[in-house]
């Protein structure tokens, strides 16, 4: 995996987390990254999850919804303990997290954020999202990743 390490693959690494990285061509015209992923590596768009950067009250929050679905902004502000979300600022996501839209990962993030992962991740026997590249998808246990994340766990996609 030479020069394909990112902060969440050396996360998972340093912790002794099995996974596994999966690679693919991203194709820079598309701006589906999840779909995408699930479609050139042949997974099930429920298996594959898409990390969202939205705002809580204000305070940047991560969800993790698979991308067969979207995220439902209000269950998301009721898991988070707050009121009101809106999507985030790319900009504000990209500084926070220290990935690039459509490479932002729910590990291994330049700040700490609140990590909410959908609860429907707990149905697979392991789950597919960034590794924090377009391109570059890690395979992991869900409660592999919700432990790694101190994630909390909700029905948070619609």
Request: aromatic share 4%.
């Amino acid at each position: 995996m030479a020069g394909k390490g990112t902060p969440a693959t050396a996360l998972l690494v340093r912790q002794k987390v099995a996974h596994r990285v999966h690679e693919y061509t991203h194709d820079p015209r598309s701006d589906s990254y999840g779909t995408e992923a699930s479609e050139l590596l042949g997974l099930p768009a429920e298996r594959v999850f898409k990390t969202l950067v939205a705002e809580v009250d204000g305070r940047l929050t991560v969800g993790v919804v698979p991308v067969a679905g979207h995220l439902d902004l209000k269950a998301l502000a009721a898991a988070a303990g707050g009121k009101k979300a809106r999507m985030a600022d790319v900009t504000a996501a990209e500084r926070a997290t220290g990935y690039v839209a459509g490479g932002i990962s729910p590990l291994g993030h330049r700040k700490r954020l609140p990590v909410v992962v959908d609860s429907s991740a707990n149905a697979f026997e392991t789950i597919f999202c960034s590794a924090g590249r377009r391109g570059l998808e890690i395979e992991v246990a869900p409660a592999d990743l919700i432990g790694l994340a101190q994630a909390t766990v909700a029905p948070i996609a619609g």
